[in-house]
């Protein structure tokens, strides 16, 4: 209950400071039950506010998108280097990769040709696509993080047609079914929640139009309630808990997705992106990965804690102007983690290492910094000596009986290989991303530091 009172007095806090007239949030820990709260109005007055009721989540949309786009990677359908025109008929732009359209550096700009924001009308996505010939690319290609809703749009019509279906067909198909995200919507019907324009210097509260996105969907069409965003949260950022089978996208290529492409702001590198991902540091080396989204009326934001436990959380406002539920988000989740943290798993015993690498474990020194070299959880893990408790660990996989693949961490990728002595076949020196380890401290030309020049 203390837990509880918590997050709800946190919840109500940004609610009443921010004006929002409906708030819902949800915590999802694999550790614990699923955690839900809404305060305010729904603003119809024959549907009350509670866990059912579904908020317009804009751009957290994009997340979905590039699921579908990995999808099609990891299935051979496309590579992330191929130009979007290879996939899909465009009169423009064919040739910008869809590795650039998913991370924001493609230079196309923001919104598609027209005024559709003070019209409200979209384009349908034939209609999209043929205004591509009237549309600007803004900046180069890979020179820096640029938002492009077109770019979006354009993956996810690129994936309907890989499929042979509609980007709402496919999503409902190949994601929001097999992970049970029922609560993932394009239209809400009557359980959607009222958005509003809060005046700034009255309490007054005006009804916002919700836009059909069109051809933009992709981009910023989805609604949602706060527990099913929540689960979605969770899953991106620690699959193992919510698809651990690998159903709907392999661990390692969200890994790939939560890896920083470009920072959002060169000037305080505050914030990164990934391929359809947002990345955001946070104090004590923990990282959250998600999405925000804004609409007409709407603000949303849902973020997971990258690492084990499924931790996430989602955060859903009836403001177009409730930019607090963006921090909430990660208050949520900062707060839950450090003032109720997970139960402490006792330690066991384990399995010793195969007599074949044993000779590995220990300290080993390589140009002037130390490493320990140890077995845990039944894989060979790396770090330096100064640098623990800091970073997580290389971890390596073996190739064959003395090469090893760093497959985490540090080096990830490169070849560790070691090197015994012909007698006692101990290891008695390894070559890692092709930098000597040996068992004491040398210079470069293999002599120690206290022997004589």
């Known amino acids: 209950m203390e837990r509880e009172a918590r997050l709800q007095r946190l919840v ?10 409906a708030v819902s949030v949800a915590v999802h820990r694999a550790d614990r039950p699923l955690w839900t709260f809404q305060v305010g109005t729904s603003g119809r007055p024959d549907t009350p506010l509670d866990a059912g009721t579904l908020f317009r989540m804009g751009s957290v949309t994009k997340t979905f998108t590039a699921v579908l786009v990995l999808q099609c990677r990891d299935e051979g359908l496309l590579d992330l280097d191929d130009p979007v025109a290879k996939h899909l008929p465009v009169p423009a ?48 290609s890979a020179r820096r993080y640029h938002y492009s809703n077109l770019g979006m749009s354009l993956l996810g019509h690129l994936v309907g047609r890989l499929r042979g279906g509609t980007w709402a067909e496919v999503l409902a198909d190949r994601v929001l079914a097999p992970l049970g995200l029922h609560d993932v919507v394009v239209d809400p019907g009557p359980r959607g929640a009222v958005g509003y324009l809060v005046d700034a210097y009255t309490d007054h509260a005006r009804p916002e139009p919700q836009p059909d996105m069109g051809g933009v969907a992709p981009a910023g069409q989805l609604w949602a309630t706060a527990a099913d965003l929540a689960r979605w949260a969770a899953f991106l950022a ?50 959250h990965v998600g999405h925000d989204g804004a609409m007409p009326g709407f603000i949303a934001g849902a973020y997971g804690r990258v690492g084990p436990g499924g931790f996430a ?54 140009e002037g910094f130390e490493f ?62 092709t930098y000597r380890f040996t068992r004491t401290q040398e210079a470069f030309d293999g002599v120690g530091p206290g022997e004589p020049d």
Do not use: C, N
């Open 12 to 21: 109500r806090q940004t609610q009443a400071q921010a004006r929002i007239p």
């Open 372 to 433: 320990v070299f140890s077995w845990r959880g039944g894989r060979l893990h790396a770090r330096r000596v100064d640098d623990a408790g800091l970073k997580p660990p290389s971890e390596f996989e073996p190739l064959g009986a003395d090469e090893f693949r760093t497959r985490a961490g540090g080096e990830a990728g490169e070849r560790l290989q070691l090197h015994r002595d012909p007698d006692t076949g101990a290891v008695v020196s390894m070559h890692w991303a």
């Open 238 to 287: 620690d699959p193992s808990t919510v698809d651990p089978s690998g159903q709907v996208l392999a661990a390692d290529t969200l890994e790939e997705m939560r890896w920083p492409i470009a920072i959002t702001d060169e000037t305080q590198w505050q914030v990164g992106f990934g391929l359809g991902l947002i990345v955001v540091p946070r104090p004590d080396r923990v990282v």
């Open 93 to 140: 732009h064919g040739e910008l990769p869809v590795r650039r359209l998913l991370s924001h550096t493609s230079g196309l700009q923001r919104e598609p040709y027209g005024a559709a924001w003070d019209t409200l009308l979209m384009p349908g996505t034939d209609q999209l696509l043929a205004d591509l010939s009237r549309v600007e690319r803004v900046l180069p």
């Open 313 to 366: 959380a989602a955060a859903l406002g009836s403001s177009g102007t409730g930019v607090a539920i963006g921090e909430l988000t990660h208050t949520l989740l900062a707060t839950d983690a450090t003032e109720y943290p997970p139960e402490v798993v006792p330690w066991t015993p384990g399995e010793p290492a195969p007599a074949e690498w044993r000779s590995v474990l220990g300290r080993w020194w390589s």
